[in-house]
């Protein structure tokens, strides 16, 4: 009888490299002990030696059936090695193997864009869409890779007309996947394109809704409960449940009272000479260190001699660079530096992080500035905003508890402005009235231009001034105005321009006529920086309301419209009798210095009160949940809705159309009571209207 020791139970030892090398040489080495060893190996941080095994073992299994599956695992372990050029050797020799590999394409399409051949990337994922135009599940799902790609890299570089059709070539093969219907409809917005979204027999109208991100759906329509549901739905989508088991709840620290500082942390993609980065290096800089502790984290592109960026990290007390950490290591970065109010500063915009906020790194996460709306996420406990954005009758549009500041607009009154062009330097016309609008093209709707050209038919002499979108875009405009009897040189583009500059040329303009449903924002600010008066309505949703916020925070609500036909009347009243301009212009300036738009120190307080505000709550134990209730019910009434897309209604109207809606689905099978348009009491009143009918 042998005895069997603890030795014979070891596992085998672990070939040396020198040894898999001799194996691989010898043809000794099998299709799945490379890849187990080359796969540790780099798992290990040694790709150097992953690499060198792949190498060996293609140069003598050169007839092996598997032999495109090797040479595509070797770029990969090249690329990470950071080889992007043998990288690129790998896969193309891989692809003349297996001309029809789907990863090959994707891969060797995004090495190319890398490498800054755009033009060869888009070739390259082109030939696998034509060799795919009839094949398999498999590669179709790699032909629907390839087309999003080349949309991407088309947008990216501005072709947005070839982007726009490429990217419908992908919606019309697979409607129900939302990437590319999403970054579609933006395209169409940007480009002034008419209707919005169009359906065919491939792509209903409910996918092209459906496929519509949050940020979009703003500039589409003012329909706050949408919106909020919308939000709900990309959330869980877009951001899911991560796994949170490697995470302990954040417990918070009783700071309350103590003396000790509130540690206050900012996570944006855009702390850099952005909009954003324009409005809160400011109000950084005049944080009281002694109540607060400010942390940023930049999550977005590393940039070079950024003066905005550089501002920034004078100011705070801590700047991290997590643009590089996955979404867990940067919320555990968070919890490690014990974080109490973590600041969400993108929301659903672009390079935002959300998934970090769902591991919840802080006891407290807090929605502002970045964003104009709801979150609709099970992890934002707050919103900050003001009175005039979120009237208290508004809040059943927020799934975050409702915080206010005396204007949601903070500026940064330091910027540099540069010396005021004349009227010929900036290309306008002397002697005129000249209307503005400086909001991007994506704001423009079919509804808003209508506004304007009743306006200019009204004004003659008069010309509006906007924004370049592109030479496509602006003829498309032009001729939208000549089809509407406006001669299209009444339309002037102003290119594009550095901030200081621009800044120096909006002062230019007669009036600044805003956009709907998503309004100017940090425009308005600027516009009325500069003393140019801003005509705006307000609508129902957070963009539809932002910029009624700034002028009233300027302190002339007189250019605050009730409605669109009231918009439009004053418009013309101001071009007609320019002197009623000049007397708000005169007290624009005067009230410059004291509005509260200006007043950021007093921004600056009121916000640390807030934070101390949560920080109270939460060591109570009283932190907000978050309410998410009904919302894929309001989301398919939305979705009814919205397709009519009505551009202004009255309140009342709006909300009776979702009751009576909840009132037909609580009839087919009961709908639970809600905190928003579903109470006890509204569908007792529902049920006696619907009775009478």
């Not at 900012?266 to 002694?290: C, I, P, Q, T």
Request: aromatic letters at 10%; one cysteine or more; glycine letters at 6%.
């Amino acid at each position: 009888m042998s005895m069997v020791t603890n030795d014979a139970l070891a596992p085998a030892p672990v070939p040396s490299l020198a040894g898999i090398l001799e194996l691989a040489r010898t043809q000794r080495l099998s299709f799945t002990d490379l890849f187990q060893f080359a796969e540790s190996r780099s798992a290990a941080g040694q790709k150097l030696e992953a690499a060198e095994v792949y190498k060996v073992w293609i140069a003598f299994n050169e007839n092996h059936p598997f032999l495109h599956l090797v040479y595509f695992n070797y770029s990969v372990t090249l690329r990470q090695w950071g080889d992007v050029a043998g990288s690129i050797h790998a896969l193309r020799a891989c692809l003349k193997l297996d001309p029809r590999f789907g990863p090959a394409h994707i891969n060797l399409g995004r090495a190319l864009e890398d490498s800054g051949i755009a033009t060869q990337a888009i070739l390259q994922w082109r030939s696998f869409v034509e060799l795919t135009a009839e094949s398999t599940p498999d590669r179709l799902t790699h032909r629907l890779l390839a087309l999003q790609h080349i949309g991407r890299v088309m947008e990216n570089a501005g072709l947005l007309e070839d982007a726009e059709t490429t990217l419908w070539q992908a919606m019309e093969q697979r409607p129900d996947k939302t990437e590319a219907g999403q970054h579609w409809s933006a395209l169409r917005q940007r480009q002034c394109k008419w209707p919005t979204l169009v359906s065919s027999d491939h792509v209903s109208a409910r996918q092209l809704l459906d496929a519509m991100s949050p940020l979009t759906l703003a500039c589409f329509s003012d329909d706050p409960l949408f919106q909020l549901a919308k939000a709900y739905r990309y959330n869980k989508s877009f951001v899911g449940r991560p796994d949170t088991s490697g995470f302990t709840r954040k417990a918070p620290k009783q700071k309350t009272g103590t003396g000790q500082r509130l540690r206050v942390g900012y996570v944006s993609s855009d702390l850099r000479d952005h909009a954003v980065g324009f409005a809160l290096r400011e109000m950084l800089e005049l944080h009281d260190k002694r109540s607060v502790e400010i942390y940023a984290y930049y999550c977005g592109e590393p940039v070079e001699r950024d003066a905005t960026q550089a501002r920034m990290k004078a100011a705070v007390d801590c700047w991290r660079d997590i643009g590089a950490l996955s979404d867990a290591d940067a919320a555990r970065q968070i919890a490690d530096d014990d974080i109490d109010i973590l600041v969400d500063v993108n929301g659903y915009t672009k390079h935002a992080r959300t998934k970090i906020f769902a591991y919840r790194p802080a006891p407290v996460v807090v929605n502002f500035c970045g964003y104009p709306g709801t979150m609709g996420s099970p992890f934002h406990h707050y919103i900050i905003a003001d009175e005039h954005i979120i009237p208290p009758e508004n809040e059943i549009y927020f799934s975050e508890k409702v915080l206010r500041i005396a204007c949601d607009q903070p500026i940064d009154r330091k910027r540099v402005i540069a010396e005021k062009p004349s009227r010929a330097e900036a290309g306008l016309p002397e002697g005129v009235f000249v209307f503005a609008c400086f909001n991007g093209m994506q704001k423009i709707t079919q509804e808003t231009f209508a506004h304007w050209m009743k306006i200019l038919l009204t004004t003659p002499g008069s010309v509006l001034w906007l924004l370049t979108g592109g030479d496509d875009v602006d003829q498309r405009l032009g001729k939208a105005a000549e089809n509407a009897g406006v001669a299209p040189e009444r339309l002037i583009f102003a290119p594009k321009a550095p901030n200081a500059k621009h800044l120096a040329r909006i002062a230019l303009a007669d009036l600044f006529l805003d956009t709907f449903p998503y309004g100017a924002h940090s425009t308005a600010g600027d516009a009325l920086t500069m003393g140019l008066p801003v005509l705006t309505f307000p609508g129902k949703s957070f963009a539809a309301r932002f910029c009624h916020s700034i002028v009233a925070a300027a302190g002339v609500p007189e250019l605050i419209c009730p409605d669109p036909q009231t918009y439009i009347e004053k418009a013309i009243g101001f071009a007609n009798n320019p002197r009623s301009l000049r007397e708000i212009r005169e007290s624009l300036q005067a009230k410059r210095e004291t509005s509260v738009l200006r007043d950021i120190p007093a921004l600056a307080r009121r916000l640390e009160e807030l934070f101390w505000q949560m920080q109270a709550e939460c060591e109570r134990g009283e932190t907000p949940v978050p309410d998410l209730s009904n919302l894929d019910i309001y989301y398919d009434i939305g979705l009814d809705l919205v397709q009519d897309n009505i551009a202004f209604s009255d309140d009342e109207a709006y909300r009776q159309a979702y009751r009576d809606k909840l009132a037909e689905w609580h009839d087919y099978a009961p709908v639970p009571y809600d905190s928003r348009l579903w109470t006890q009491e509204a569908t007792g009143s529902t049920a006696r209207a619907i009775g009478k009918s």
